[in-house]
């Protein structure tokens, strides 16, 4: 019986709690040069994809830069374009919001990007949930949850309606004479509803794909039923054993009422590593590395957001706030855009109770809870823990994230990509030319 084949793909952090900006060893995070380094390092692995995330407006925190954020980002469809030029077989894919652009404009926009590619386009669409990032468009404002996705499936399918335009045969040449004809209809496309009222002509030809990958990150009742609706992949924030098989076996089990087959989506969770030369080396590195992802100012700014007040004079190797989270208005409006908890005092409740039975300070607890899906250990026992996760269905593959940018990538390809391929798990070289070809996906509107 023939392995189950995992997906890799490669994301570029920007500074945030898992780069480890202060590492000798680490770059720019906007200078092109970081974003090539990375980028051909997960091609000579032979990566499904790199992925850019986009940020609509730098995150503040009372008033202030939040000291995590990513200071600085160049736009997302520029880079993946100039990636473009510098890799051949590797899938491009991008963060791109629903809530404050247009159809068209995105639509165009990923269909240049699928031809300068030669198919190699992915889209990760997501909604924008705070006024706060709002300020920075037109619109303005935010939209409640239930119509967030309501105007994220409706500008995507219009978005393929503009993409399907084009069916690749509105211009051929004549039998007899040799000249070209096109069919007047080529391009021409009419959406009126409740959110986009557009008609005109889409002036971009069917490009390698048909559509771009489309890709999802939401994990609430809405966006997993998006997901099961409309994506090729989803991210998933589930990458050990239980959990993982639980959210995959539920949004696999939602595609069946869409005519949808378990193949049609992969299933990628987020996850950091650690290497050493043995496990006790990897998880010694861990340690290191996780203290200095979260520093005590760190752990403080990412207290008050839940606790929703200002905490500059905690200590925060000392105990959690004896006081509970303000429920209300915000300390301040920018606050909103690092991260929302749904019920403070509940997650309040769950932190104290994790910090009393494992005996952790603020700085710990914060530690503890922001960690991602992590692998830790020699090249041998990363590569058995991806393995086998894929195999038990727990996941399809996992979107890597390295503590270090641009060269954070380099370890595992060389240590833990060839284990994989001894395993027979993971490719040795690309079989096709595009990102759906990588993930094993049809090609769109056929």
């Not at 469809?77 to 473009?84: D, E, I, K």
């Not at 050990?240 to 989506?265: H, I």
């Not at 005996?359 to 710990?364: A, G, K, M, Y």
Request: glycine share 8%.
């Amino acid at each position: 019986m023939s392995r189950k084949q995992i997906h890799l793909a490669a994301h570029f952090p920007g500074v945030n709690n898992t780069t480890v900006w202060s590492d000798p060893e680490a770059g720019s995070h906007i200078e092109f040069s970081s974003f090539a380094k990375l980028a051909r390092t997960a091609e000579r692995a032979k990566f499904d994809f790199f992925f850019l995330a986009e940020g609509l407006r730098l995150r503040e925190q009372n008033g202030q830069i939040y000291d995590l954020d990513v200071v600085g980002r160049p736009d997302t469809f520029t880079v993946l374009a100039a990636l473009a030029a510098v890799t051949e077989r590797l899938g491009l894919a991008g963060t791109i919001n629903s809530t404050f652009n247009e159809p068209f404009e995105v639509a165009r926009q990923f269909a240049s990007l699928d031809h300068l590619s030669a198919g190699r386009a992915g889209w990760n669409v997501v909604t924008s949930w705070d006024a706060f990032t709002g300020e920075n468009f037109r619109r303005g404002g935010f939209l409640p949850q239930d119509q967030r996705y309501e105007r994220a499936e409706t500008f995507l399918r219009t978005a393929w309606e503009l993409f399907d335009s084009w069916r690749g045969d509105e211009i051929a040449a004549d039998a007899e004479t040799g000249e070209f004809l096109r069919d007047p209809a080529a391009g021409t496309f009419a959406h009126h509803d409740a959110h986009f009222d557009i008609e005109g002509r889409f002036p971009v030809p069917r490009s390698p794909q048909g559509r771009p990958v489309i890709i999802q990150a939401g994990d609430s009742e809405e966006g997993r039923e998006f997901a099961a609706a409309t994506a090729d992949a989803i991210f998933s924030r589930y990458g050990t054993l239980e959990a993982g098989q639980a959210f995959y076996a539920d949004v696999k089990g939602r595609l069946a009422k869409y005519g949808r087959k378990p193949e049609q989506l992969v299933i990628l969770p987020a996850a950091t590593f650690v290497l050493g030369d043995t496990d006790a080396d990897a998880d010694e590195r861990a340690h290191v590395v996780r203290r200095q992802q979260v520093s005590g100012q760190t752990a403080i700014k990412f207290l008050e957001q839940v606790w929703n007040t200002d905490l500059s004079g905690h200590d925060p190797d000392g105990p959690l706030p004896a006081i509970d989270p303000v429920v209300g208005e915000t300390i301040a409006p920018g606050r909103a855009s690092v991260r929302m908890y749904r019920d403070p005092v509940a997650t309040a409740r769950e932190w104290r109770q994790l910090a009393e039975a494992k005996n952790l300070s603020t700085r710990d607890l914060i530690i503890e809870v922001t960690g991602r899906q992590t692998f830790i250990g020699s090249p041998s026992t990363v590569a058995a823990a991806i393995d086998d996760l894929v195999q038990a269905d727990a996941s399809d593959g996992f979107i890597l994230v390295p503590h270090v940018t641009p060269g954070g990538l380099d370890e595992f390809a060389d240590t833990v990509v060839p284990l994989l391929q001894e395993r027979g798990s993971f490719r040795t070289e690309y079989t096709g030319a595009t990102l759906r070809d990588h993930l094993g996906i049809e090609p769109a509107g056929t």
